[in-house]
């Protein structure tokens, strides 16, 4: 996933181009003879092994929850939807913005269960409660005598947050709970891995010209174009052999789910430069925090979920 200084984003390769705002790498020091060579980084910027084999990990585990056990998928996204919140209301309060953290912890789990029992109808309910209580939480976390400082500003922040990670995550759960569920959650996965692969594929090998550099430097309309198609052909097979839906629904979803991917990318991209850090978190090597993960698929489940239940 994109980096805020788009060390990650291999969509534009290092050097492409004048306007692309990479800037070359510099020369190598001298060294002394006999000394350590010095290791390149890699084109994409991060660790590739490392960032294959946690892939692969995470790859694996998904597959085997949804095939064996697909109601435990709601752990899973519960699990990752806590981690992602606690990397950015930390990175935030590192800013000083003051977002109230464990109402944002304890609705993001009510908005993932809640959907379980009552479907929409609970998560957003749930949402509102969030809301709700986040703002009376930060009116009165000074005390009664102290007025609140950036009321408005952590209010709004923490909203934001509450909408970005489990209101929309919350729709991978309602997927794997309807017919087909596994399925329909294998549609949202795949796609948005097609997205990464042929994103990362054409963007080494043919991208030159800067989709928006202002946000992401290396993220070119090259790299855009593979993940496009790869994104679509990926749709179309998901949804007709594991959904026996109609062919033009997976090109539907491939074309969204490139177009909702790529903003997801951007959106933390732009998030991270503003709070002026490279990752959400350290805990998976090569990828950063759990959300420099999501960032992608957060927007992308939605899309999925309304599409999928609109047409299939």
Known sequence: MGRAD?????QLPLGAGADS???PADPAPATDPGSEPVEKPSRAGRDLPAAFAVGGGLGALVIGIL????TAWLAVVAAAIGIATWEVTKRLREADVLVPRLPLLAGGQAMIWLGWPYGTTGVLGAFAGTVVVTMLWR???HGLVAQPRNYLRDTAVAV???????????FATLMVLQDQGAQRVFCLMLVCVASDIGGYAAGVLFGKHPMVPAISPKKSWEGFGGSLAACIATGVLTVVFLLDGPWWVGVL?????ALTATAGDLIESQVKRDLGIKDMGTLLPGHGGIMDRLDSILPSAFVTWLILTAFV
């Open 160 to 170: 934001f947050v509450a909408a970005w990670l489990p209101l929309l995550a919350s």
């Open 253 to 257: 979803l491939g074309a969204v789910l």
């Open 21 to 23: 705002g990479a800037t």
């Open 139 to 141: 009116l009165f976390d």
């Open 67 to 70: 095939l064996f056990a697909p």
């Open 6 to 10: 788009g060390s990650s984003d291999p």
